[in-house]
């Protein structure tokens, strides 16, 4: 049985990446992990493509260890792996709780690298690895301090993966969109000082970059940006300093 696995498929990028591997006829299943499992229920129903819904919240670490029980009970092929789930906290060093702080390293870093290293043994040639992370990746961010730490460590982690995986016909891509029109607003503003960043530019839909990261993927990149404007971010960030493209952010958000 061919299946995907897809991280954060309650809403966002990962509901996204779910329709259009569904719209492709892909797989025979799609495994949706995320907290939500009425959320879940309403995705099972509305694809083609069977939906297994694991109601799973990856800040717990037995999460993986469930997902990991279930592989190793039915051993699938999985064809697509994409890790999706991730979630930012605006506002500076002192306005994070402890528990948001740890939310973030747990699910955007523990779980991605645990449940990446539990599917591995279940992707063939052929297979696709997209690990969602960020153009908070390229640099540092005030006011998104943890967030943008998290997302450089998924862009080094996946780079280094690749080349690790080079030679078995696993193509693994790091996906670093900027600002996505879905929940990852109102969630990372539920904060002390949420309102520490309030411009959001030329954001873009799910869909523009789920299809342009699959894409990527399919020409074996081992890192998109999924637009032209983040592209040159990415680009910028290898030639400034670091205190210019702060100030840069500082002054756009």
Known sequence: MKIAIIT????????TYAEELDRRGEV????AVARRADRLEQLGQKLKTPVRPLALDLADRSAVDKISDLLKRENPLVTSLINAAGFGKFGRWDDLTAEETDGMLDVNVRALVHLTVAVL????????????????????????????????FVLNYTRAL???????????????PGWIRTEFFKVASDTKNGGAISRFLLSTSPLTVVRWSLAANRANLAVTTC?????????GTKIAPAWLTIGCWKLLH
């Open 8 to 15: 954060g498929a309650s809403s966002g990028l990962g509901w």
């Open 28 to 31: 025979d299943e799609i495994w």
């Open 121 to 152: 043994p279940y992707m063939s040639k052929g297979s696709r690895l997209l690990e969602v992370a960020s153009c908070a990746a390229f640099q540092p961010l005030p006011d998104m301090n943890v967030y943008a730490a998290t997302k450089a």
């Open 162 to 176: 690749r080349w690790e995986l080079r030679g078995k016909g696993i193509r693994v891509t790091a996906v670093c």
């Open 227 to 235: 637009g032209v404007h983040t592209f040159i971010q990415r680009i």
